[in-house]
């Protein structure tokens, strides 16, 4: 008995089916990553920061005005302290001359996993240098947000630092 030859392009549909399936399942692993990995972190108040915006651009201007600047460090302690270190700030007026008398508070913000942001207020240490002890718990990236006023003067900076 002769073998049945199949036609040619008979598998055609199961090319299609396969390349459909593929698209189906990677799609389905990255909607489980994205409903997984989601950490809930969004703007807080926005309705309200919307609104107060032009207050918001005044207040920038006036900032930049006043020429303030400040120098943002983290200095890790010993190796088997994980993330505990020192938070400093060194603020210096538009001349460079170092700014006592400030009150001066920093909030450490992990962006990738809420619930791990904590708020310290740094004491003047002399010069201009603002510290306070802190344990970070989790290593990678941190964005650090320093407020700091004197009188009727406020000042506000963000940046980001990478622990080990």
């Known amino acids: ?5 199949r036609p040619p392009g008979w598998c055609y549909p199961w090319i299609f089916v396969g390349g459909m399936a593929v698209v189906i ?5 990255m909607a489980y990553a994205a409903v997984t990995t989601f950490s809930g972190v969004h703007t807080r108040d926005h309705y ?3 609104l107060a915006y032009n207050e918001a651009l005044v207040a920038t201007a006036a900032q930049e005005a006043r020429g303030w ?3 943002v ?4 302690g010993d190796g088997d ?5 020192t938070l400093q700030a060194a603020f210096t007026d538009a001349d460079g001359h170092p700014l006592p008398d400030l009150a001066v508070t920093a909030e450490l913000i992990r962006p990738t996993h809420a619930g791990h942001d904590r708020a310290l207020a740094l004491v003047h240490q002399g010069q201009g240098r603002y510290a306070s002890r802190t344990e970070l718990p989790l290593p ?3 964005d650090v947000r320093i407020h700091a006023s ?4 406020h000042h506000q900076e963000m940046t980001r630092f990478h622990i080990r």
């Open 1 to 5: 008995m002769a073998r049945k030859q």
């Open 25 to 29: 399942a990677v799609n389905g692993v």
């Open 48 to 50: 309200r920061k919307g």
């Open 69 to 71: 600047r400040v120098a």
């Open 73 to 76: 460090t983290f200095t890790p």
């Open 81 to 85: 302290n994980g993330g505990l270190g």
């Open 140 to 142: 990678g990236q941190w």
């Open 150 to 153: 004197q009188g009727q003067d």
